[in-house]
């Protein structure tokens, strides 16, 4: 028995949302008596964090603190209109949304304290923490707890803001016929080290290195724990995940989830991310979003590491320790390659 490491490579483009136009989300924002926000959406946190990142686009946009303004998805028929939460669109295209319409909530916000303080809008900020002021006189200054007070019930305001952001439809070149599929891309590249066993035919994961460029990261935590959990699920769909009888009896095939394979905590090898800014033109404060993205270059490069230790090229997901085992003896043994 001997164990063959090996490492493989993958780079991958990934386009955000569907493409070609036809991918609208909506947004409405709004103000109660207390000067909290609640950001209204049709679209589902699945639990990639969204919720958590329209948030923080909401409370940037308005100028006052996080804590104040709350995201609610709960009810698809009375929210907003949403395409859904899909195609690694959610930061991009919802937020671009709740960023529309709290720019039109803050400037009913700012009309309104504009009133009370006797001064023009045009003349106000807001510091962030829950106070507007007259530039350069902070000592002017009126909360938005107050503000929202004053308009709901002395100048007859409500302080909201509806906003919808649609891709625009590509132009469509008269030579060729031919459109832009996108209007920005997410772009990764991944390096994965495994070690092979050349008698039992099993793949261990031994490291992964990568690195990912998505726009600018609004909220880091979440990025970092989207990229690592989603280059497991690669890992999982590379190596593990499958309905089919596994080796060498077809009654060893899963019954249930409970014998559903994926990987553990002993699986989980160390993993070096870098995430690579690069603002977009087009996103809510230069922002793209992971999705799909994170688990996409890890099958490839499994694969790549694999033929890299013992030099067979499995084709056909997931690959299992039989399909390493009967693509070594088809080779006449294992022939690692040169490491790279």
């Known amino acids: ?166 891709v625009p439809l590509s132009d469509v070149d008269p030579e060729t016929g031919e459109m832009s599929p996108a209007t920005c891309y997410a772009h990764a590249c991944l390096v994965a080290e495994v070690e092979v066993d050349d008698e039992t035919g099993e793949v261990a994961m031994v490291r992964m290195d990568s690195a990912y460029e998505l726009g600018r990261a609004l909220n880091p935590r979440l990025v970092e724990q989207q990229l690592v959990g989603g280059a497991w699920m690669g890992v999982s769909h590379a190596l593990y995940e499958t309905p089919e009888p596994y080796y060498p009896d077809p009654t060893h095939g899963p019954r249930d989830f409970v014998e559903y394979l994926m990987p553990g905590p002993g699986d989980i090898c160390p993993h070096d991310i870098a995430v690579l800014e690069r603002p977009a033109p087009d996103g809510p404060f230069g922002a793209k979003g992971p999705g799909e993205m994170c688990a996409n270059p890890v099958l490839p490069a499994v694969a790549n590491a694999i033929f890299n230790a013992v030099g067979v090229r499995i084709d056909e997901l997931p690959i299992t320790p039989e399909k390493v085992l009967r693509a070594i003896k088809a080779q006449g043994g294992a022939r690692p390659q040169a490491r790279r």
Do not use: W
């Open 1 to 166: 028995m001997t164990r063959h490491r090996g490492r493989g490579m993958a780079s991958i483009n990934y386009p955000i949302g569907m493409n070609l136009g036809g991918d609208p989300s909506q947004a409405l924002v709004h103000s109660n008596p207390s000067g909290k926000f609640t950001v209204a959406l049709s679209s589902i946190d699945l639990g990639q964090g969204m919720k958590s990142v329209t948030r923080q686009i909401c409370a940037e946009t308005l100028g006052v603190p996080v804590e104040d303004v709350y995201v609610d998805t709960a009810d698809s028929d009375t929210g907003p209109h949403c395409m859904g939460s899909f195609a690694s669109r959610g930061t991009h295209r919802v937020g671009n949304a709740v960023m529309a319409a709290a720019r039109e909530a803050r400037g009913v916000m700012m009309e309104a304290a504009a009133e009370e303080l006797e001064v023009n809008a045009a003349d106000l900020e807001t510091d962030g923490r829950g106070n507007i002021h007259v530039k350069g006189a902070p000592h002017r200054s009126i909360s938005t707890k107050d503000v929202a007070i004053a308009a709901q019930f002395k100048q007859g305001k409500t302080i909201s803001g509806r906003g919808i952001f649609l």
